[in-house]
């Protein structure tokens, strides 16, 4: 749970650069790879990374994003612009809307009590989650990946040294 507006900004930051460099290596073709039939395609689950009113809409705050399931652009460098602008007019809510104090207040989200500061950080972990299962719908359409926590195979082969084996 975030104590502080500082924690989580810094916190979305680094998390949402991450986040776009990899929605910016999607192709227009690969937005139509899916895992199984039935499941979301590559396309989908990148514009459900798109911050929307969701898990954050019972805390009031408001930001300039996407309607709630919307259809998701036709295109991979439309999602991905929509991600960045969506996730700076997010950051900049936080930051004059919300105050420490702030997250502290409880609302009702899914029906339970939930203070606003553990919002943004299951906010945030959904995020993670969902890129994750993006990593591997990428590797499955033939796209590069880039490390998020550490170097992916692309990354250490271009410094010239092997991944580790697991």
Sequence with gaps: MYQTVESFIQDYR???ESTSK???ALT???LRQEMAPGYRTLGHLAWHLVPSGGILHPTGLTFDAPPERSAPPA???AIAEK???TAD???EAVRTQWTDEKLQETSIVFGQPWKNGLTLYLFLKHEVHHRGQLTILMRLAGLPVTGVYGPSKEEWAAIGME???L
């Design 14 to 16: 680094n998390e949402s």
């Design 22 to 24: 990899l929605l910016s």
């Design 28 to 30: 227009d073709e690969s």
């Design 75 to 77: 295109t991979a460098a």
């Design 83 to 85: 991600y960045r602008k």
């Design 89 to 91: 007019s997010l950051m």
């Design 163 to 165: 991944a580790p084996a």
